[in-house]
Every structure is written in structure tokens, then in C-alpha cells.
């Protein structure tokens, strides 16, 4: 697959943007590295001037951008998200470097549309929303100031993503991406498992709505890791809606 | 030598720029990597107000700039010099990659001071000017729009000035993540698992001993992926003990 296509599919998403000259800063750093899906999420001010302006030239960007009220309405479709975040969440993905990161979105590129996912920029992703992405990435800074603007975090991964999707023969990455022969499960696909996962130990009484603790982000973090197929969802969906069958629950077989 | 002191030892200078925001932009970036010494050769408007803005927590960098009125003074003291340029030129320095250049230039950090020489916004630098350099750098753009902002420039560079420095220092993977905290399970306790599930699919009808397929291959290679904790487990099969009791099957409660 040419590199122009697998980053034509990378889908950049804003949470939460605050300001807008950052939103314009974003596209503008994507479209100089080949990115061209802008995705926000309740931007706190959009359309704006600000925008337009910081984005000089990839004001297409902005008004092609798909705005959604939830980080899910964004990804729907999506066969791999990561998370941009500063630190190691509790249950989140392991955060992995920029590089390697960069180099398994790509892989995944080859498979359907993949999100890179920013929070905002004062608070950043909440736990919730690094739970709906299968990995992290924390760009490494100095730890005395790691004050990373949005526009230069976007930037910084744009350019990974260029270099990985340029980087090495296309082989290679194809050989990389072997071992999943099956389509990976898309975004929705893998939410609807979880909701399936979750009706079904409510009504066993494993799990109680009222008492959640940490068993549902734990359920994410496992899933999360193996980056399911759309057949293995199936089968998995499949298990749970047999219990249900015996249990009188559910659909009527 | 320390990482630390390597990148104390990186100067950027910024030859004429025109908008005091992108030498704001340029200092914030260098501090987020570790970078400190921002020297500035005749720049059109400074000190500005909207350098410090841009600058946010990175002022100190513009308080201790140095100015200078030619790049042959910026340069003084330095025993490499690399010019960023977004094209070959005659007679210059061959240009390399962002990745192998920032190696070569931390590689003579080890000898003393060097430098990353910025051209102006609008004109980049002059052919006199990449002759003082010894080597020079081409940031890979989309050539349909290769319009990248003097800050986010210096960002990419530095960015990648720190990935060098550390790259021969502890495993980033390692500073950056707690991997897993509990842990793993062990191969019985995984066996434990497929034997449990192959016993509450069977009870519920999803999988027939006599005609088997392929599901357990299937499940093993999703299960094996995720590289299961102990306290996964125990969640799986107390998710699987919970449908049994409902089904009147397994272990008494």
C-alpha cells in the first residue's frame, strides 16, 4: 500500500480543544506531513477566525473536520486508536514511545482508518477516554518543562507517522501485519462487546452496576491489549449470548 | 557524557526572523526537549510581548538569548554546525534525514558546543549561510503543502535531538512505563482457563466436543495475544463460574 494512502487514513482527533488557534495550528502540522482527517470532539470554539488564521494553508482541514459530541461518534470505524497521554494510566495501555507507536499505527493502517487521539490541553484524556484506544504513546520531554503545546504535539507524531509510512520497504510492514489474517474488529464492534460483556455479568450478579470498582477498565485494559479480529468479537459474542439462551436472558434463541 | 549535558550543549539559532511569536514558539519547543541556548541573528522585532506569550514557561530561554548581527558571531565556539533548509543546494552540504543528522550532531556534542542553524520564515537561509555549515537537514513534508511553521520546525529538530541523546541511555520504554504492575499467569493457571471455557461452552451448547473446528485454536491464539495476567484469569473464570451457577452447572455456590 503507498505510504500517501495509509496516512490518508490516520485520523487525527481533538478532545475538548479550548482554543481554537490550536485546532488551526493541528491541521496545519498535519497537512505538512501528509494527515488530512481532522476529527473534533466538542471543541469549545469552532469555526473560528483564530483557526483560520494559524492554519495558513490547511484551512481545508477545518472545514472538512467531523465533529462529534463523543470520543466513541469518532471513532466509530476505527480499527486502532492511541492515546496521547502524558503518563501511565491505572489500567490504561502501556504508553510506548512515539517511534514504536507510530511504526503499529501504520501497521494497523494497512487494515482500515486508525485515530490518534489528543486530549485537552490544560486536562488532557480522562482515564475513560484512553480506555476506548488499544495503545499509548507519551512523547518523551524534559521533565522540568514537559509544557508540550497541542500544535507541536500533533506535529511531533504527524512526522512519525510520515517516517514510519515512508520508513523501510512496504514488506516489511506487510510482514509485520501477517499475523492477523482476519479484519480487526472496528471501534464499535469492540464497544458493543463490551456492553454485551457487561449485561451478561449484571445479570449473573458478578458484577454490580452499583459497585463497579475497577472490573470493567480491567476487562478494557485485557481486551485492549489483544487487539481483537471482528471473528474473534463474533466468537466472544457468541459465548456470551449461549449462557444467556440458559439463563433465559437475552435474545430468544 | 549525560544526555542532560549533551543537549545543554545544542545552540539553535534563528537568522532574521520576521514574527517575535515564532521565536516564542522556537524557545518553548527547545525547552520541552532540553534544549536552552537560543541565539538569535538580527531578528526584525525583539524582545516582543508576543514572544513571551508564545513562550509561555519558556521565557527564561528568551531572557538569556544571545543576539547577534551576523551567523559567523552565532557561531563562534561551535565545532559543528547543521543548516535547516528545505532543499538541496548547490555547493552545500548534502542534505540528510532529521533522524541521522541529529545523530551526527549529538555525536560532536561530545566534542563541544554545536548548533542548528534556522533560516528566516519567508526566505530560509541565504547559500552564504548553509556554507557555514558543515552539514545540513531537510525535514521530509508532504509536497503538496510543505509549509511548516518556524516553531514546529524547531520542535521536530529537537524532538529528535532528544531521542538521540537518549538513545544510547536506559531504554525510554523503561522510564516511560510502569509495564505490569501484577503478575503474569502461569501456564497451568492459562490451561485452568481453556478448560473451564471449554466446559461452559459445551454445557451451553456454543461448542460441540464431537465436531470441534476451530474455535479453541481460535481462542488460545486471541488469549495467547493478550499475555494474561494472574488476576485475568481469576476475572475470566469468576465471569465463567457466575454463568455456571445461573445454569444450574459447575461447582455449588
Known amino acids: 500500500m503507498k505510504p500517501e494512502v495509509l496516512l490518508s487514513r490516520i485520523s487525527v482527533v481533538l478532545c475538548r480543544p479550548s482554543h481554537p488557534g ?15 482527517d481532522l476529527r473534533l470532539v466538542t471543541p469549545k470554539q469552532f469555526p473560528d477566525p ?17 465533529i462529534t459530541t463523543t470520543l466513541a461518534d ?40 486508525v485515530a490518534l487521539v489528543f486530549g485537552n ?24 518543562f514537559s509544557s508540550l503545546n497541542l500544535g507541536a504535539a ?5 512526522y512519525e507517522c510520515r517516517m514510519a509510512a515512508f520508513a523501510g520497504a512496504a514488506p516489511l510492514r506487510e510482514q509485520l501485519t501477517t499475523p492477523f489474517t482476519a479484519p480487526p474488529a472496528t471501534h464499535d464492534e469492540i464497544e458493543g462487546l463490551y456492553g454485551h460483556l457487561e449485561a451478561v455479568m449484571t445479570e449473573t450478579g458478578f458484577f454490580n452496576p452499583a459497585q463497579p470498582g475497577r472490573l470493567l477498565p480491567k476487562l478494557r ?29 437475552g435474545r430468544k434463541g
Open 22 to 36: 490550536n485546532i488551526g495550528a493541528a491541521a496545519r502540522a498535519m497537512k505538512t506531513m501528509g494527515l488530512s
Open 221 to 249: 485494559r485485557l481486551f485492549g491489549r489483544a487487539e481483537l479480529e471482528r471473528d474473534e468479537v463474533n466468537i466472544l459474542r457468541g459465548i456470551l449470548a449461549s449462557t444467556q439462551q440458559r439463563t433465559g436472558h
Open 121 to 144: 490541553e490544560t486536562v488532557g484524556l480522562s482515564n475513560e477516554e484512553v480506555l476506548q484506544c488499544q495503545a499509548a504513546v507519551t512523547i518523551p520531554t524534559n521533565p522540568d
Open 154 to 158: 500533533v506535529q511531533v507524531l504527524s
Open 74 to 113: 469518532a471513532l466509530a470505524g476505527s480499527v486502532f486508536a492511541v492515546a496521547v497521554s502524558a503518563r501511565q494510566r491505572d489500567l490504561g495501555p502501556a504508553v510506548g514511545t512515539p517511534r514504536e507507536t507510530m511504526a503499529r499505527l501504520l501497521a494497523a493502517a494497512t487494515q482500515g482508518t
Open 50 to 66: 483564530e483557526a483560520d488564521t494559524r492554519a495558513t494553508g490547511a484551512v481545508d482541514l477545518l472545514a472538512n473536520a467531523k
